[in-house]
């Protein structure tokens, strides 16, 4: 069982930065994988970016180059440093946990946090 917190969404207006934090709580942190998703209004949920057990990453093309992840050294908090933010990045970012490697589809993934709302906005 695997518990996740997500924290650092906002209203930003366009261009800036914001850095959401999926805090990891649980057994046997170490053989999970870590994924980002956004579920804008109206659309489905989309994988943006994803941190494997081995640390490896995967980013989208929409937003690959402006979004990086990290992990911290105890493997409880993973970090999603989202750059020169766009209207089109306005969503709800969830993070989501299966194990040892991402996949590309939110059914393949065991644990979910509650979301954070993310707004880009002038």
């Known amino acids: 069982q695997v518990h996740l917190v997500e924290s650092g969404g906002g209203l930003v207006q366009p261009g800036a930065s914001l850095r959401l934090s999926c805090a990891l709580s649980?057994?046997?942190?170490?053989?999970?994988?870590v994924a980002w998703f956004r579920q804008a209004p109206g659309k489905e949920r989309e994988l943006v970016a994803g941190?494997?057990?081995?640390?490896?990453?995967y980013y989208s093309d929409s937003v690959k180059g402006r979004f990086t992840l990290s992990r911290d050294g105890s493997r409880t908090t993973v970090y999603l440093q989202m750059n020169s933010l766009k209207s089109e990045d306005t969503a709800v970012y969830y993070c989501?946990?299966?194990?040892?490697?991402?996949?590309?589809?939110?059914?393949?993934?065991?644990?979910w946090g509650q979301g954070t709302q993310v707004t880009v906005a002038s």
């Open positions: 941190l494997n057990n081995g640390d490896q990453t």
């Open positions: 649980g057994r046997a942190l170490h053989v999970y994988a």
């Open positions: 989501a946990a299966r194990p040892l490697v991402t996949a590309s589809t939110a059914a393949q993934y065991d644990y």
